[in-house]
Structure formats: C-alpha cells, structure tokens
C-alpha cells in the first residue's frame, strides 16, 4: 500500500505538466499572433501615408484649372463621379505645349545608353575580378570600390575641358559617358559579389570542356548574373532619369536637348502658378521609373543581398 501510495503521486503529474506546457505554448502562439497583426497594419499605414502624396499629385493632374486653385484634391471624394472636374487637357498642354513631350523622349536617350553601357562595362570587369588571377587584382578592386565615396561634383569640371577638347560637349555622347564613368565603381561592386556567390564547380566544369573566358561568360555567368544586373538597372536608371546636374552641364539647358528634369524646373520657373500642369508635368516624369521598378522588383533584393552571406 505504502509503494502504490508513493507511485501514484508522481503518474499523476506527467498530465498536468503536459497541460502546463500546451497551455504555454498557445498562450505564446496567439501573443506571437497578435505582434504580426500589430506589425502587419503598422506597415500598411505607413505605405498608404508614404503614397498620400504621389495620390494627390495624380488626382491634381486630372483636375481642371480652378478645381486645382479654388480647392484641396481630397475634395474631390465628396463627387468621384462628378466627371466635370476631370480633364486630360493637362496632359495634352504639358506634352504639346510646353516641349515635355520632346524632353521625355531625350531622357530615354539619354537614361538607356547611360544604363546599359556601364553594365556591360562592369560586367566584364567584375568577371575578372572573380574568376581571373593577374597580379594586384585585390589592390585594383579596393581602389574601384574606393570611388564609390569621392563626390562626382569634383570630377564635372575636368570632364567638361576634357569634352570640350575633343569636341562632344553638349551632345548626348558626353552625358552617356559620364554616367558611365560615375556608375562604374556600384556596377563592378555589386555584380562582383554576386558573381562571386555563384558555384565554382559550373566554372571549373567549363574550364574542362575546355570553354574559353569569353564563352563561359556570356554562356553562363551572364545568364546566372540577371538578378545583380537588373538591381543596378534599377539603381542606374532612376539615378540618369532623375538628374538635373550632370544633364545641365554636359547637355545645357537649349530646349532640342534639354530633359525631363530640366523641362519640369523651366516649367516651375515659367508657370509657377499653374499647378495643374505642374502635376501633370512631374507625374509625367515618374511614370517609366515606377514602370522600371516594378518589371525588376522581384530580382531587386536577390541582386543586393547577394554574397553577403557565406556558407
């Protein structure tokens, strides 16, 4: 009696320890459940405050002179179906009127070249850099990287003789090559580390086919390579659609050459006042950098991230 009495007691506890952790265990469940909730409506209310104002410039620019002037754009959620205070005429005026239409089609001359010249360029260089040895390689790319921190306004004026003396200042060769000389260093940086990220038995394999330096790039580390090519797309191209300065020194400011940018701020000088074809104006101008994104949003972190984690 005296050993069923001592044995029972401890059976009798496995339940209620099994019990003690279940109920832990679903009380951290649902405290872990409501932190995601929490954090999950914390972001979307961020990005709906962060687009506030990218929405307000779109329904500005769909709006009719006065509606603009005499009232706020929210207004217009009191009667969206109110088609009286919609236009396009906005749009038509900016395209036509002002030489928005002329100075967008130069931005995509200039923001193409000017992205995909310094990616072949960086390509090829940070294939060397990976998978090539030749004497002071490490030494060379430190030096590459290092320009990533010196300012590009320190280098305009000795470009600008330098472009002068050969004869290509102010045309769209100039701005092509100094886009391409100041997104050099980020190129070469980010393709090299995801280059070196990739597995070194495809390349050796290639090097016993017998596959020569030129065939095993093209053949399969380009391919291997469009995450980290289309991040620094991205990154390249809304640097080059975004300028003002390089365009305005190397291009000028005539109204045949001028860009986008520099179209938008001769509008903000000239027609100050009407905001109506100032948002149509600059939503004009963000239209193909949001399209960019988008397409090669789903390579953006891949290419970044890339190299940053090893084994």
């Known amino acids: 009696m005296t050993t069923s009495a001592n044995v029972t007691p401890a059976v009798s506890t496995v339940p209620t320890t099994e019990a003690a952790v279940d109920t832990r265990s679903?009380?951290?469940?649902?405290?872990?459940?409501?932190g995601g909730l929490i954090v999950k409506i914390t972001l979307i209310l961020l990005c709906l405050f962060w687009t506030i104002p990218t929405i307000g410039l779109l329904i500005s620019s769909f709006r009719d002179e006065e509606a603009v002037s005499d009232t706020g754009w929210w207004t217009v959620f009191a009667s969206p179906l109110d088609f009286s205070q919609w236009t396009v005429q906005n749009y038509s005026d900016v395209l036509f009127d002002t030489g928005m239409g002329n100075a967008f089609l130069?931005?995509?001359?200039?923001?193409?070249?000017?992205?995909?010249l310094p990616i072949m360029v960086a390509a090829f260089a940070a294939y060397a850099f990976t998978f090539m040895r030749f004497a002071g390689r490490n030494l060379l790319f430190v030096l590459v990287v290092g320009?990533?921190?010196?300012?590009?306004?320190?280098?305009?004026?000795?470009?600008?003789?330098?472009f002068e003396s050969v004869g290509i200042?102010?045309?769209?060769?100039?701005?092509?090559?100094?886009?391409?000389?100041?997104?050099?260093?980020?190129a070469i940086y980010i393709?090299?580390?995801?280059?070196?990220?990739?597995?070194?038995?495809?390349?050796?394999?290639?090097k016993v086919d017998g596959a020569s330096h030129f065939r095993t790039f093209w053949a399969l580390i380009m391919p291997m390579s469009v995450p980290a090519l289309a991040a620094f797309a991205i990154f390249q191209f809304l640097w080059v659609w975004n300028d003002l300065l390089v365009a305005l020194i190397f291009l000028g400011s005539s109204p045949?050459?001028?860009v986008a940018t520099i179209n938008l701020t001769r509008l903000l000088g000239e027609f100050g006042q009407d905001w109506h074809l100032l948002t149509a104006g600059a939503f004009l101008t963000m239209v193909v950098p949001?399209?960019?994104?988008?397409?090669?949003?789903?390579?953006?972190?891949r290419g970044l991230t890339a190299g940053s984690v090893k084994g």
């Open 106 to 116: 130069n931005s995509l001359v200039v923001a193409v070249p000017a992205t995909i």
């Open 256 to 258: 045949e050459r001028e």
């Open 290 to 301: 949001l399209i960019v994104f988008f397409s090669l949003q789903r390579f953006f972190v």
């Open 147 to 162: 320009l990533l921190v010196v300012p590009l306004q320190i280098a305009l004026i000795p470009l600008l003789r330098v």
């Open 26 to 34: 679903v009380k951290g469940g649902k405290a872990r459940g409501r």
């Open 169 to 186: 200042q102010g045309s769209f060769l100039s701005v092509w090559l100094a886009h391409t000389g100041f997104g050099m260093p980020l």
């Open 191 to 206: 393709l090299r580390n995801f280059m070196a990220s990739l597995p070194k038995e495809i390349i050796e394999s290639a």
